[in-house]
């Protein structure tokens, strides 16, 4: 018999994520204290469940307009306005299966075979697993821990050639919780109008920052068909803890909407419509949910970070998301996803690699804010002392 046919050689370079690869072992270790994943650990409010349980009840399970039901995408408007103060209308929203999807749509829409896009280094890693999967090449433009792994104009701009269409941007920041500040926000921006860049704003954890405001680089963007160029990509896993109903919105640059609709009907058709009615209810409904979960991340962050600095681990102080970036070289010995995948054996708790999110990630890991106080406690004391 022959062989079976090899996969396309895009598929085959395709990186193992390295978050699953230990939160996996994690999970198949009896009694682990699993801080390598961002799970929100909340039961989801009853309206939110009865919303998308009636949908089911009244057999709406046909398909809905490729860019969500009406009342939907104005919720998302509804809310950017009101967070951002730009003026959106719901047409230029659109209903997605997750964030993950909204940012293959855009890297679909933007990126030719062969064109460059901008990642950060240290980055969430499926940036690069999506823009290869669409035979794009991404470059990794660095952030570094003597600026606060804050990105640089300089250090970006130097990596610009002829090839590059997209910048992608993520703020707050998985895995570093650090927040853009508005002025470095409309620098970013700035420099992909002086480079007639798009732009891809990651914005799944806007709704968790702490004492530092959130702000888009859609601020700055044209509201003028043809010059806008900020694709924002939102998220309710995070903000409202529906991470398994996959439910998110893409909104798009004025102007490109019946492109946007063809796009869309090829890669998912439409979202499901339990999932988009449980999001209506969670945008519209009451917002408890959102502020006792930010309360609950700050309240981890304060608490695993004296756990830190007690044991003089380094760390980057977060300001958003729900993550804690800490520095164990000084117990990694040059390769932490070996690192990591020891340290769970030896002590049962699981911490994200450094490496999983770009090269400069090394010697660092990742700690999830998003479960219980004890645990995370448990998990981060276990951590030998830096000498």
């Not at 855009?106 to 064109?115: H, N």
Request: charge should be negative.
């Amino acid at each position: 018999m022959a062989p079976m046919p090899d996969l396309a050689a895009h598929v085959r370079d395709v990186p193992v994520n390295q978050i699953r690869e230990i939160t996996e072992a994690a999970w198949s270790t009896p009694g682990a204290i699993v801080l390598s994943i961002g799970e929100p650990g909340f039961a989801l409010p009853r309206h939110i469940l009865d919303a998308g349980i009636d949908c089911l009840d009244r057999d709406e399970t046909n398909y809905t307009p490729n860019a969500g039901i009406p009342a939907l995408r104005e919720a998302f408007a509804a809310r950017f306005r009101e967070q951002q103060n730009v003026d959106i209308g719901a047409d230029r929203v659109y209903v997605v299966d997750g964030a993950q999807q909204g940012l293959h749509f855009a890297m679909s829409l933007l990126l030719s075979p062969g064109d460059e896009i901008l990642i950060p280094n240290p980055g969430y890693p499926t940036f690069a697993m999506t823009s290869r999967l669409l035979h794009a090449v991404p470059v990794q433009y660095p952030l570094y821990p003597q600026n606060d792994f804050q990105p640089r104009i300089e250090d970006i701009e130097a990596l610009i050639t002829p090839s590059t269409r997209v910048l992608m941007l993520n703020s707050p920041s998985n895995p570093l919780g650090a927040v853009f500040s508005e002025e470095s926000t409309r620098q970013l921006v700035e420099l992909a109008v002086r480079h007639d860049l798009w732009i891809i704003s990651d914005e799944c954890y806007e709704a968790f920052t702490f004492d530092v405001p959130h702000v888009s680089p859609a601020r700055f963007d044209s509201d003028i068909p043809g010059e806008a160029r900020v694709f924002t990509s939102l998220t309710l896993s995070k903000t409202y803890g529906l991470t398994g109903l996959r439910i998110g919105a893409l909104i798009c640059p004025p102007g490109l909407e019946p492109k946007m609709n063809n796009v869309m009907e090829s890669i998912v058709s439409c979202v499901a419509s339990p999932s988009q009615y449980a999001a209506l209810a969670a945008l519209t409904g009451p917002q408890d949910y959102v502020s006792q979960a930010r309360d609950h991340y700050r309240s981890n962050r304060d608490a695993a970070s004296a756990v830190l600095a007690k044991k003089g681990i380094p760390f980057l102080g977060a300001q958003g998301a729900f993550y804690l970036w800490a520095d164990v070289s000084h117990l990694s010995g040059g390769d932490v996803r070996a690192w990591v995948r020891a340290f769970l054996a030896e002590s049962g708790v699981s911490f994200a690699p450094g490496t999983a999110f770009g090269s400069i990630g090394e010697g660092w890991i990742r700690i999830a804010l998003c479960g219980g106080q004890q645990d995370l406690l448990d998990g981060v004391s276990r951590l030998p002392a830096k000498a």
